[in-house]
């Protein structure tokens, strides 16, 4: 037990210091070889990093990386854009519930909040700006629902999950449903409530030929969910298989909108490479972690402490709570949860709760993180993209953190919200 302290505090302890991440993980493993006198098994490190990123059910990862980026770059962003303000912007604070919409549709495309705050990031904000929003809420509104992303399928997010928890990929993806419909609403809620008390423009209403138009464009975007999912769920494609489709359907939109040339395919694979190259390191580095706390046994040893502390399930998941909300603030989803899946999926198991379920819970915990201040990646990123100082849009922020929180106390009181949609289709799970 004492081992997985020294080997997590070195770690966060470098993060803390600005070290990259996957340099940060090595070096917290490395102190723990050492303080355990284990530095003769560190020739073990590159045959457990690249037995870590070779696994076949992370390949998924960088095609979907490449279809939300060609989607992205094909002009998807505008249609989906375009679609929601013709649906709902005649409402008043119209172009607030588009931005919610337009999140949820985007994410059906990306499955990444990221990649949302940077598609979306830029139109939505000029386009609030414009019809009498502050920048500040704008831009915050902005971060806040792209946390829809990485819980509506297709996600990166709980692929990794997928593979950690050995759980199945089409079952997160339907589990990720109605968590992700159940945030949107709590944001859509929220933007009502708060209308009432101040005052908020709206659009004029579009007419017959501009719905149309808006929805003929739309479908494109709209379809690529469903074909993703339905290719997954109905068992004609693997996620590996379900993300070439994603991306070979993305080069077909793109060719219908005639905006397809080789700069762009050449910069969308540029892109997608590095973000996929950064992610395998950061897996494969957290290999090496995981493999030295199995060694120790440090996961058993940490579950049975829980056991012992905490008396409850629903004690249990506040501290889960609690914890993961606090790390989100301070470190990246994929290296959180790959350090800290191993060391709380025990204790889960042993309280009775669904690994489905508890997957949905840790997803949205950490991805609130990227939203909350001082360190939630998203405001970094929004702020680049926006032009809003980072002090002022972290204040922004704050209020429209009780929304997903609420959501998140929800999934976790009720396991239903997560498993009846893939109960439903694919039977109960194990």
Do not use: H
């Not at 059910?57 to 989607?71: D, E, Q, R, S």
């Not at 509506?152 to 990720?176: H, K």
Request: glycine letters at 10%; a neutral charge.
């Amino acid at each position: 037990m004492t081992l997985g302290f020294i080997v997590i505090g070195s770690f966060v302890f470098l993060m803390l210091l600005g070290v990259p991440v996957t340099i940060a993980i090595g070096a917290g493993t490395v102190v723990g070889l050492y303080w355990a006198g284990l530095l003769d098994f560190a020739l073990v490190f590159p045959q457990q990093i690249l037995d870590g990123a070779s696994k076949p059910a992370l390949l998924a990862i960088p095609f979907f990386i490449l279809a939300g980026n060609l989607m992205n770059a094909v002009g998807m962003t505008d249609k989906i854009f375009n679609f929601a303000l013709a649906l709902v912007g005649s409402v008043r604070a119209g172009l607030a519930y588009v931005n919610v919409i337009a999140s949820l549709i985007f994410a059906g495309v990306s499955g990444a909040a990221t990649a949302d705050i940077a598609g979306l990031g830029q139109i939505e904000v000029k386009a609030m700006r414009e019809r009498g929003y502050t920048r500040e809420f704008a831009a915050a509104l902005t971060v806040a629902t792209s946390l829809v992303g990485p819980i509506v399928p297709p996600s990166i997010s709980l692929i990794v999950y997928a593979w950690l928890a050995n759980e199945s990929v089409a079952r997160l993806f339907l589990a990720g449903i109605v968590p992700g419909l159940l945030v949107a609403f709590s944001f859509i809620a929220y933007i009502r409530v708060l209308s009432i008390w101040q005052p908020m423009p709206r659009e004029a209403p579009a007419t017959a030929k501009q719905l149309g138009k808006a929805i003929l464009e739309g479908i494109p975007a709209l379809l690529a969910p469903a074909i993703i999912l339905g290719a997954i769920v109905f068992g004609f494609a693997t996620a590996t298989e379900a993300g070439v489709v994603a991306c070979v359907y993305s080069i077909a939109v793109g060719c219908a909108y005639r905006v397809v040339n080789f700069k762009m395919l050449a910069k969308a694979l540029i892109d997608s490479a590095l973000l996929s190259a950064l992610i395998m390191m950061i897996i494969g580095a957290s290999q090496t972690m995981g493999w030295i706390f199995a060694f120790e046994q440090v996961p058993q040893a940490f579950a049975s402490g829980i056991l012992e502390a905490i008396d409850g399930r629903a004690l249990f998941l506040v501290f889960v709570i609690v914890l993961l909300v606090i790390i989100g603030c301070f470190m990246e989803a994929t290296p959180a949860k790959i350090i800290l899946l191993p060391l709380l999926l025990p204790a889960a198991d042993a309280f009775g709760i669904d690994r489905v379920q508890f997957g949905m819970i840790i997803t949205l915990a950490l991805l609130i993180g990227i939203a909350t201040p001082p360190l939630g990646v998203g405001l970094y990123l929004m702020s680049a993209v926006s032009g809003v100082k980072f002090e002022r849009l972290a204040i922004a922020i704050l209020p429209l953190m009780i929304p997903p929180l609420i959501a998140l106390v929800l999934i976790a009181a009720f396991p239903q919200i997560t498993l009846w949609l893939p109960n439903a289709v694919m039977g109960p799970g194990n």
